[in-house]
């Protein structure tokens, strides 16, 4: 069975960084791309990025191009999302989900940008 | 970027009866593969979302038949028969076809 446990979220200040990761297990995590997706307080759902399995191709949202860096360990199983910058804007519950076509998700951790 | 719009925004349903949901986007979805990456997802209230509906009208696994896709193009339809209790919550689509964009969500809930 999939299973996917996102944790690194908490409250950070304007400006400064965060590091979120998502352990994955359950199936062949260097096989399957890994996105992950955000969700603001009682809004809906945005996609943020994407990376392709052996970690070579990513993509990457507008609002967040510049300032996040998605990334993989394939031995260590875990997806990674470096958020720099952040903004009040980019408080959200992060969701990490598999393939291009997200269908498995995990818990979602909370990220609160906030002074 | 593609837009999705979903219609309606919020849907009340009696139990037992039907419920539609329009996923609408400002450009076809066909891929070059021949492919169309329209997904649907449910969110129940407190819970992350799951995805029910792949490539307009696969039913993942464990999803009732109850819950049917359809479409084409640009125009694509999520369709609740004899709705339950346990359906309340909010629908999303999502292309995966031109990156990723979801729809704006539906709310359903019970009349």
């Known amino acids: 069975e999939v299973h996917l446990v996102e944790s690194g979220g908490g409250l950070v200040q304007p400006g400064g960084s965060l590091r979120l990761s998502c352990a994955a297990s359950?199936?062949?995590?260097?096989?399957?791309?890994m996105t992950w997706v955000r969700q603001a307080p009682e809004k809906g759902l945005e996609w943020v990025s994407t990376?392709?399995?052996?970690?070579?191709?990513?993509y990457y949202a507008d609002s967040v191009k510049g300032r996040f860096t998605i990334s993989r360990d394939n031995s260590k199983n875990t997806l990674y999302l470096q958020m720099n910058s952040l903004r009040a804007e980019d408080t959200a519950v992060y969701y990490c989900?598999?393939?291009?076509?997200?269908?498995?998700w995990g818990q979602g951790t909370l990220v609160t940008v906030s002074s | 970027d593609v837009v999705m719009t979903q219609s309606p925004l919020s849907l009340p349903v009696t139990l037992g009866q039907s419920a539609s949901i329009s996923c609408r986007s400002s450009?076809?979805?066909?891929?070059?593969?021949?492919?169309?990456?329209l997904h649907w997802f449910q969110q129940r209230p407190g819970q992350s979302p799951r995805r029910l509906i792949y490539?307009?009208?696969n039913r993942d696994s464990g999803v009732p038949d109850r819950f049917s896709g359809s479409g084409s193009g640009t125009d694509f339809t999520l369709k609740i028969s004899r709705v339950e209790a346990e359906d309340v919550g909010v629908y999303y689509c999502?292309?995966?076809?031109?990156?990723?964009?979801f729809g704006q969500g539906t709310k359903v809930e019970i009349k």
């Open positions: 490539k307009v009208s």
């Open positions: 359950g199936f062949t995590f260097s096989s399957y791309a």
């Open positions: 450009q076809s979805l066909v891929h070059s593969d021949g492919n169309t990456y």
């Open positions: 989900a598999t393939s291009y076509s997200l269908d498995s």
């Open positions: 990376m392709s399995g052996s970690g070579g191709d990513t």
């Open positions: 999502m292309q995966g076809t031109h990156r990723w964009t």
